[in-house]
């Protein structure tokens, strides 16, 4: 499985981004997608994921209702719509992926997390 990763950029605070994440290869059947976030010198957070099968999501507690996950499965992509920036949410993004519907408590570690796209670029100036 190959992801592919777009939609970062500069933008003031109080902007918007879109960020797209495309698998390729094996990419049918149950999966779990997800967002992480590394800000220099910061381990890699968990920010959003998504079960394909029913659409179930879980959301990193400070992005709640500023940003939504949402999947296209015809297309094997998943968007992450970031509304509000601030600077705190400067930082690579990286979407991340299993073949498995994963459980609520098992989506925030990137060790239930195989395949990685490479990271894109969010800068959020004040």
């Known amino acids: 499985v190959q992801l592919q990763a777009s939609g970062g950029g500069t933008v003031q605070a109080g902007g918007s981004l879109r960020l797209s994440c495309t698998a390729s290869?094996?990419?049918?059947?149950?999966?779990?997608m997800a967002w992480f976030r590394q800000a220099p010198g910061k381990e890699r957070e968990f920010v959003a994921a998504i079960r394909r099968s029913d659409g179930n999501t879980l959301y990193k507690d400070s992005v709640k209702g500023r940003f939504t996950i949402s999947r296209d499965n015809a297309e094997n992509t998943v968007y992450l719509q970031m509304n509000s920036l601030n600077p705190e949410d400067t930082a690579a993004y990286y979407c991340?992926?299993?073949?498995?519907?994963?459980?609520?408590?098992?989506?925030?570690?990137?060790?239930?997390?195989?395949?990685w796209g490479q990271g894109t670029q969010v800068t959020v100036s004040s």
């Open positions: 290869g094996r990419a049918s059947g149950p999966f779990t």
């Open positions: 991340a992926a299993v073949e498995s519907g994963l459980i609520k408590t098992s989506m925030r570690s990137t060790t239930r997390y195989p395949y």
